[in-house]
């Protein structure tokens, strides 16, 4: 089985902190994601990579910037944390859509942020 | 770019009733679309996808959905619906050769024993 581990369940982090979350996945998918998720507003896309190093800006990336040196690693970077940014993020990996047909995402447990 | 929508916040029905939750997708080129399940406080599990071929397609727990490219819709539906079923439900799609993954609002499906 596929899977994508988030280092933290839960995190409490002060006001102008700089955050990382971590993300993990054993699967050598090429495809990694990072989405907030709001109630009321579904699962809203930060950034995705579809390769090292490489990364596209999703729908809402201002105050968040990641890093993806390693296929298997891809880091959420919130570089001066703001109480807006108290949500629930979920990490997600899937293989590459071009030629394939097993293209569903995994996803992590998630992580509960909280700034304070 | 890709778009979802999931038109109800939330979809009440009797346990042993058919359950329905709608999704209609906007992409250019060929869809890939997906159902996903989230229960309390735990990330999203897959369903169930179509990418191509039969328009119905099966999934876990026995949930289904049907692919119509007509009303560009991918409704997920199951026969006799359970207690266990209660949970949010995420519509998602990306396009052939974009693998940027968008998702609905998600549906809240209350099960009434």
């Known amino acids: 089985d596929v899977k994508v581990t988030q280092s933290s369940r839960y995190l409490v982090k002060r006001t102008g902190e700089k955050v990382f979350l971590e993300c993990v996945q054993d699967?050598?998918?090429?495809?990694m994601f990072w989405y907030r998720q709001d109630p009321g507003l579904g699962l809203r896309l930060i950034y995705f990579?579809?390769?090292?190093?490489?990364?596209e800006k999703g729908d809402i990336p201002e105050g968040y910037s990641v890093s993806r040196e390693k296929k298997e690693r891809f880091s959420l970077i919130l570089e001066s944390a703001s109480t807006n940014q108290t949500s629930m993020y979920l990490c997600a990996s899937s293989l590459s859509v071009v030629g394939g047909l097993d293209t569903e995402a995994f996803f992590g447990q998630g992580t509960r942020l909280t700034v304070v | 770019a890709q778009s979802v929508a999931q038109p109800e916040d939330q979809v009440n029905v009797a346990e042993g009733n058919p359950l329905t939750v709608k999704c209609t997708y906007s992409v250019s080129g060929n869809p890939y679309l997906f159902w996903y399940v989230q229960y309390p406080n735990r990330g999203l599990q897959f369903l169930l996808k179509?990418?191509?071929?039969?328009?119905l397609v099966k999934g876990s727990y026995g949930f289904e959905a049907e692919f119509n490219k007509s009303q560009t819709s991918f409704h997920l539906k199951k026969p006799s619906a359970l207690v266990s079923d209660s949970a949010l439900y995420f519509c998602?799609?990306?396009?052939?050769?974009?693998?940027?993954?968008?998702f609905g609002k998600g549906n809240q499906v209350v099960v009434i024993p």
């Open positions: 990579s579809y390769d090292v190093k490489m990364k």
């Open positions: 998602a799609v990306l396009s052939y050769g974009n693998n940027r993954l968008a």
């Open positions: 179509y990418i191509t071929g039969d328009n």
């Open positions: 699967m050598d998918h090429e495809n």
